[in-house]
């Protein structure tokens, strides 16, 4: 077995002694200045005279208002056809979770009628006078992920354990195909993050903590979305690329979304810029900003990355787009109104609420204020018009009349899903394996168990259909299979028995229990952890490891995560351990790996390596760059059959982290697992799975708050009683928070109240609930407040705090119209309860 050492940074941390004890970027400037760092990067696309004076002719002719419109990214939820023929904006996105008609199962067709309608909108110049036309940029991140049926590849961290630049294009190329049947030109990725710190809740979006892997995938990744550049580069085979977010995103400190990097110039430059090396090298024609800061600064408002390092130093001639109102976290500026971006060297603000008219108002004027330099308009739309004639959307048919359009037998094809299986097979990475109890023999009596065995949606994770990831079932998943899914067909092929059950329960002793479990799908934000310790406070998934092992059944743990977790007692109860990342549609595959052939052959070894070193303990130091970072399994790790086991049962268990009950977050951003968002009007009940949902007196909506859909707007029209509340379909234990004098805390905004009661409340099953009127108790002043109630009413009403199924309700025959944000279930008095029991 081959363990790579990890990445030496001794130039680096020279580096850092070298500025050490300056601050801002004023003083890493000086230090670039002293020492070159940034080069110029060569793509091999030559210049073209002819298209730049048809670029300058263009813009020559074009008003301020129409340049302007240019530079607006809308999103389909917050435009109509109407608004895209009056303004011509020069794109618009669709975010996760986000659909044609607002229908999660829109067909092909559907996503191709939108196309061409916003594309020939765009070219009617009846009211614009612009006959430019639009684009539509979607997060394809692991396969055409929002459209019902595509194929959906392993996430990028098991991509990294594959250690396979050819098979990673040959992965996008698939992608590239599958959203151009759909009419869409553009992709937001790859995504070139080089994590840091695994608390981070987008780890599973990055490759590798190895740059040099992230640096050739990258590559690997804009040539299969583009094209080579000396061949078919941007062809009708072919998307636009984005490589994002630029820049520094994996290493904000603490892992922290949205965070603060303060990382050297050289070290941001060595680790974290060598994803765009790659991918500009590769001739990728966009670049997204991101969320994060630099030294304190906002990349959306950093010139000095944006244009003097971008554009400047390495050459970049293409356009940067923003990421999700991104320019509106700049000081001083808001979602509606924002100079600083665009004179920072944003070319594209990413504005997807309806923040997106006034600053298109605020922009023209602006410019003509003299706060942004008509030169830099000119600068950006000149940009975009240079992307867009390379892309050769000038000359293309519309989208409903390109080469793939309507080839839905494309979308989820079985030579897409053979890519996708071999990524599966390659990416699992075997961490134990005593006695060689892998590979298993498919005749054996096997037991099946565990949350993730026959579930599609969380083997996939976050950016699948939805936004999270969740509220998703496997008939959202035609064509897909879940784990069990081809276990099941392996063994009964081979004339063995399959037990399945989800709490490990079965009528035969079994030869070998196979238990699949890990994380609940998440995306940005909402996956963001304090500490690695998984099911830290409620080992559900250890319990069941145990009860098998003691029943002397040998078990084999396949762990579903979008990172390395610290997963000692699990390991110590599991006789083979596999982290199989997030496999994506393909579950089936897993089983070509862990099964061996009839005959007693091994059909597929292990092959994944690990990208990212496993955790010894859930809080020791995460930077990767410290010396005395000693990981469990080293980066690079990886069993085959050939290999011993090197994993003994006596792994510690005892975490670090001082014994203490942390706050129960139900909502933060997003609704948190096991929890799902259910409205109820009537008799009628509904859960919400995408960005609004509605019955017939109660509607929600997402929208932001602070960021991106982290808030819900809860609509009751009073035309009988309704209620909206989070359901788990198994109860939880809130007790210990009770002996803790614990509180419901929520965040509430008065959008419009009414006479009728606003009921808060909890249920605990059939007649077993408790409530408070809270309207009195509200301020209706369309400001957000925090309210509280200890729990202690509820256990006062005859609440079972022992098996809770839903935490929060709202209940109301009113027309109450709330805003609600963050929902959560503290430990302690906090504060005083601002709700009486009464």
Not at 356 to 379: C, M
Not at 787 to 802: I, P, R, S
Request: net charge negative.
């Amino acid at each position: 077995m081959t363990i790579k050492k990890p990445l030496t940074l001794c130039s680096i941390m020279i580096a850092s002694i070298s500025i050490l004890g300056c601050t801002g970027q004023d003083k890493v400037a000086k230090m670039n200045a002293e020492n070159e760092i940034w080069p110029r990067i060569e793509t091999g696309i030559n210049a073209d005279p002819e298209m730049e004076a048809q670029i300058a002719a263009l813009l020559a002719d074009m008003t301020l208002e129409q340049k302007v419109a240019q530079m607006i990214q809308p999103e389909i939820r917050d435009i109509t056809v109407e608004d895209m023929r009056k303004y011509g904006f020069g794109s618009y996105l669709n975010g996760g979770g986000a659909f044609p008609n607002n229908d999660k199962h829109a067909s092909a067709a559907d996503w191709i009628d939108l196309a061409e309608k916003m594309y020939q909108a765009s070219i009617d110049d009846s009211l614009d006078g612009s006959k430019i036309p639009t684009m539509w940029g979607t997060d394809a991140v692991h396969g055409h992920n929002n459209v019902i049926g595509a194929t959906l590849f392993p996430h990028n961290i098991g991509l990294g354990a594959t250690n396979n630049p050819a098979l990673i294009e040959k992965i996008a190329a698939a992608t590239a195909q599958e959203v151009m049947v759909t009419g869409i030109d553009w992709v937001f990725a790859p995504t070139v993050a080089v994590v840091r710190d695994d608390r981070w809740g987008r780890t599973y979006e990055g490759y590798s903590e190895d740059p040099e892997i992230v640096k050739a995938y990258s590559a690997a990744i804009v040539k299969g979305l583009q094209g080579a550049v000396d061949e078919d580069f941007l062809s009708d085979k072919r998307v636009i690329s984005t490589v994002k977010h630029f820049l520094g995103d994996g290493g904000t400190e603490g892992g922290d979304d949205q965070g603060n990097n303060t990382a050297s110039e050289q070290e941001l430059f060595d680790i974290h810029a060598q994803g765009y090396v790659g991918g500009l090298g590769a001739g990728a024609q966009t670049v997204m900003a991101s969320f994060n800061s630099w030294h304190g600064e906002k990349i959306h408002g950093s010139k000095y990355l944006l244009t003097d390092v971008l554009k400047g130093k390495m050459g970049f001639d293409g356009f940067v787009v923003g990421d999700w109102n991104g320019h509106g976290q700049i000081p001083g500026c808001t979602n509606g109104n924002c100079a600083q971006a665009a004179n920072a060297g944003l070319d594209v603000y990413m504005v997807p609420t309806d923040a997106w008219k006034p600053l298109y108002e605020n922009l023209i004027k602006q410019v003509n204020s003299g706060d942004i330099a008509q030169s830099r308009i000119d600068d950006a739309v000149t940009r975009i018009l240079r992307v867009k004639m390379r892309a050769g959307l000038f000359d293309k048919p519309s989208p409903a009349n390109r080469p793939l359009s309507g080839k839905t037998d494309i979308i989820g094809s079985a030579e897409h899903r053979a890519i996708a299986k071999q990524a599966v097979r390659e990416s699992l990475v075997l961490l134990k394996n005593k006695q060689q109890l892998l590979p298993l023999s498919p005749k054996a009596n096997v037991l099946v168990a565990g949350l993730g065995a026959d579930n599609i949606g969380m083997q996939s994770g976050g950016w699948t259909i939805t936004w999270q990831g969740t509220g998703n079932e496997n008939s959202d998943f035609p064509g897909g299979s879940s784990i069990y899914d081809g276990i099941k067909h392996t063994v009964e092929q081979a004339g063995g028995q399959v037990q399945y059950d989800l709490n490990g329960e079965y009528t035969t002793k079994p030869d070998v229990a196979i238990v699949v479990f890990g994380e609940q799908p998440y995306a940005e934000g909402n996956g963001d952890l304090d500490n690695l310790e998984y099911q830290r406070g409620n080992k559900s998934d250890l319990a069941l490891l145990k009860k098998l092992k003691q029943a002397g059944i040998p078990v084999v743990s396949l762990f579903i995560s979008g990172r390395p977790m610290w997963v000692n007692a699990e390991l110590n109860a599991s006789d083979a351990f596999v982290a199989t990342w997030l496999v994506g549609s393909e579950g089936d595959a897993i089983s070509d790996v862990i099964f061996k052939q009839a005959d007693g052959s091994i059909n597929h070894d292990f092959k994944g390596k690990l990208s990212f070193s496993w955790p010894n303990n859930p809080v020791e130091n995460y930077n990767r760059g410290d010396k005395n970072y000693a990981p469990l399994l080293p980066y690079g790790f990886g069993l085959t059959y050939q290999d011993a086991n090197t994993l003994t049962d006596e792994l510690n268990e005892v975490s670090d982290v001082a014994t203490k009950l942390e706050d129960l977050v139900l909502f933060e951003r997003a609704v948190k697992a096991p929890w799902s968002l259910q409205l109820q009007s009537g008799n009628e009940q509904q859960t919400m799975t995408s960005s609004r949902a509605s019955l017939n007196a109660v509607s929600v909506k997402t929208f932001d708050k602070d960021v991106q859909e982290d808030a819900r707007a809860i609509t009751f029209n009073g035309k009988e009683p309704a209620a909206v509340r989070l359901m788990a379909a198994f109860p939880s234990d809130l007790r210990s928070y009770v002996e803790k004098a614990g509180q419901l805390e929520m965040q509430i905004k008065i959008d419009q109240a009414a006479d009728a009661p606003l009921m808060l409340g909890m249920q605990c099953g059939e007649n077993c609930d408790g409530q408070f009127d809270i309207s009195k108790q509200l301020t209706r002043t369309s400001e957000w407040q925090t309210l509280t109630v200890d729990l202690n009413c509820f256990v006062e009403q005859g609440v079972n705090l022992g098996q809770i199924f839903s935490p929060w309700q709202l209940a109301t025959d009113g027309a109450w119209h709330v805003s609600v944000a963050k929902l959560s279930v503290s430990s302690s008095h906090a504060q005083d309860s601002t709700i009486s029991c009464q």
